[in-house]
């Protein structure tokens, strides 16, 4: 019976991996993630047949069988109530629950254990380590995004550094403990709660710009605990499984990092944020260089353009405007014009976040361009629409050494021939610095809350 | 230690080929691809249901805990990762 079931372990593996290979293409993914599903229940279906489950007794089968309907319907639950605007808090909450899954089950591994090899403690309190970092920085991330105890920005105190050094140490010297003396399960559960306190201290420097990267880290670390307590249970598809997770979100922190020019730890660190000085003051950046422009405007700018680009960002998260900006760019591609849509990398608060968020307004999805193939086609567009974004098209990127955004790729949206920005205020960005762009000849500043501003653009667009 | 090295080539293997698709993924379905590769790191599923059959009850609590959060994983990543790939459509 082991043997069949391991081979069933075999066959999960290898539909998760043809189920993330599936993820290249839009046109496959839909198979890859159903591949993913069916490796999962064939994996768990198989586990039924363990022999200590075979053995549990009706009690523990019940218990076993109530487990899997109450986590099955929480998760249906918020898998179909989530809104597309909250992926990031919904992906925050699962890379959570993923490190607390792996806590708890390599404790109860250890706590059953009767034969300790070096692999399994060691293991246990990698698990362990891993997963309470995960749990409870997950739980930051989630409520940082969500905004209800701590706020967005980064949250500094002093000698933070210093005392997340001494708490990692705790953790190595309980973990030493762990490894030395399998008996000690007292020390796995302080273990936990050191490394609970150190997710949490980890977490809140991370400013809500930075979210996307702590994300793809969290989701990360979920996947290594769940490689960890593989070896815990000398378990190849838990292996497996967690290793794949754990290089996506490796390479998903890469590539977020990448395109703030970044490195790892001054994100970690929090160092960016409104606090570093950098550049010119605000007010010599705009002052009477600023046009202000109406809906009519704009709508006349349209009237005369053949290409308009729309740049999204946060803002349009926040004020859920994806649907009517989707409908004003149906009604200009009805007058003839070309419509395409630019995505930065880091726009939004996750990989990924302003093409789910288009995608669920209907927009298909060849519109949607990444920076690099965009950038050079700025230069024959008519009209840039810039709606809740502004580091992310700040040209001091490009010009600025000293600037705390230096050499961080941009959209080059003022190689276009106007631009027009939607936006509440003249207030910075997450980088805390004033956006040149704002003051340029060719820029028209439409002051407004994005969804009402593109409402207003549609019904002007309309008249017009 | 023959043992560890066997298990610790699947897992030196398993990230090489993580590597290999994953720098495949556009960025296009970076979203969709955090919530399924969340779905499958809820394969922890099958070491919680393992944990519940022992005969500790306390084991069996941890076990239990294991089994809804893992659930909550796998049920809640693959569903919002195929409602969210539904809505990803080529101009018609």
């Not at chain 1, 793809?216 to 292996?239: D, E, M, P």
Request: glycine share 10%; with cysteine; hydrophobic share 55%.
């Amino acid at each position: 019976m082991g043997a069949l079931i391991n081979a069933a372990y075999l066959l999960a593996s290898v539909l998760f991996i043809l189920g993330l290979k599936g993820l290249s293409h839009p046109r496959t993914a839909v198979r890859g993630n159903l591949m993913g599903a069916v490796g999962m229940l064939i994996a768990i279906v198989a586990t039924l047949f363990n022999q200590h489950i075979l053995e549990a007794g009706t009690q523990g089968l019940l218990v076993l069988f109530a487990g899997l309907l109450v986590g099955s319907a929480l998760g249906a639950l918020l898998a179909l109530k989530v809104q597309m605007t909250a992926m990031p808090q919904m992906v925050a909450l699962l890379n959570g629950f993923g490190g607390a899954a792996s806590v708890l089950v390599a404790g109860a591994a250890f706590i059953d254990a009767t034969d300790t090899t070096l692999q399994l403690t060691v293991a246990t309190a990698a698990s362990g380590l891993i997963g309470a970092i995960t749990f409870w920085g997950s739980l930051v991330a989630f409520d940082k995004l969500q905004e209800w105890l701590l706020p967005g920005r980064p949250i500094h105190f002093p000698a933070q550094q210093m005392l997340n050094v001494v708490l990692g140490v705790v953790c190595l010297a309980l973990g030493i403990v762990i490894s030395v003396y399998p008996t000690s399960i007292w020390a796995y559960w302080a273990l936990v709660v050191v490394a609970s306190v150190l997710g949490v201290l980890l977490t809140i420097p991370i400013g809500g710009a930075d979210m996307p990267v702590a994300i793809a880290l969290l989701n990360s670390y979920s996947g290594l605990a769940g490689a960890a307590t593989g070896f815990v249970l000398n378990n190849t598809v838990l292996i497996i499984a967690g290793s794949l997770v754990g290089a996506s979100g490796i390479i998903l922190t890469q590539i977020m990092c990448k395109a703030m020019n970044r490195s790892l730890m001054n994100v970690l660190t929090g160092a960016i944020g409104p606090d570093v000085a950098g550049g010119a003051k605000a007010d010599d950046v705009y002052a009477g260089r600023v046009k202000s422009a109406t809906a009519e405007d704009v709508a006349m700018l349209f009237d005369n353009a053949s290409r308009v680009v729309m740049v999204p960002g946060y803002g349009l998260a926040v004020s859920q405007a994806q649907h009517q900006l989707r409908d004003l760019a149906v009604l200009l591609e009805s007058k003839g014009i070309e419509v395409e849509y630019a995505i930065h990398p880091v726009a939004g608060r996750m990989p990924g976040h302003m093409n789910v968020l288009l995608a669920e307004a209907d927009v298909p999805y060849d519109k949607l361009k990444e920076m690099d193939e965009i950038n050079p086609a700025f230069e024959q567009t008519d009209v840039v629409l810039v709606i809740g974004a502004n580091d992310v098209v700040n040209p001091l990127a490009r010009t600025d050494p000293s600037s705390p955004i230096a050499g961080m790729p941009i959209l080059d949206v003022d190689k276009a021939r106007t631009v027009v920005v939607i936006k509440r205020s003249l207030s910075p960005g997450f980088a805390g610095i004033p956006n040149p762009l704002f003051a340029l000849d060719k820029t028209l500043m439409f002051f407004s809350d994005g969804k009402k501003a593109v409402l207003d653009l549609i019904s002007a667009v309309k008249a017009a | 230690m023959d043992a560890f090295i066997m298990i610790f080539t699947v897992f030196v293997l398993a990230i090489f080929i993580g590597f290999e698709v994953i720098t495949k993924v556009p960025p296009l379905l970076h979203t969709p691809l955090m919530s399924g590769s969340n779905a499958i790191s809820g394969i922890t599923i099958i070491g919680a249901m393992i944990s519940v059959a022992t005969p500790s009850a306390f084991t069996t609590a941890l076990g239990f805990a294991a089994v809804v959060f893992a659930m909550i994983n796998v049920v809640g990543g693959f569903l919002v990762t195929h409602r969210m790939l539904g809505m990803f459509k080529k101009k018609d």
